[in-house]
Nanobody, 121 residues
């Protein structure tokens, strides 16, 4: 029942910006952790940004100072603002979350469908 839906990917020139969104829907009691991953063709999937319900955030060294993760609790949506994009940022970006569906249940891990980000030189 829980679903993560991503949007905001696309093609952008180097130096440009994109804002990715990840909206959670379904039976949700709480969202504990939300992450953004990315994967370039032929490369290992890497963790890009982390946010917890307590306000903790962290970023991969390669994106620090350029990317910002944030959330809107009312909309159950997490964002990834990407500025000063570089060609090496190209890849499929995935939203990932630990979600508690309701009382009496544990937390489970969910993935979005992925959205393509392409940065041209």
């Amino acid at each position: 029942q829980v679903q993560l839906v991503e949007s905001g990917g696309g093609l952008v020139q180097a130096g440009g910006s994109l804002r990715l969104s990840c909206a959670a829907s379904g039976s949700i009691f709480s969202i504990n952790v939300m992450n953004w991953y990315r994967q370039a063709p032929g490369k290992q999937r890497e963790l890009v940004a982390v946010a917890t319900s307590g306000g903790y955030t962290n970023y991969a060294d390669s994106v620090k100072g350029r990317f910002t993760i944030s959330g809107d609790n009312a909309k159950k949506t997490v964002y990834l603002q990407m500025n000063s994009l570089k060609p090496e940022d190209t890849g499929v970006y995935y939203c990932n979350a630990d979600i508690r569906p309701g009382l009496g249940r544990g937390s489970f891990n969910y993935w979005g469908q992925g959205t393509q980000v392409t940065v041209s030189s």
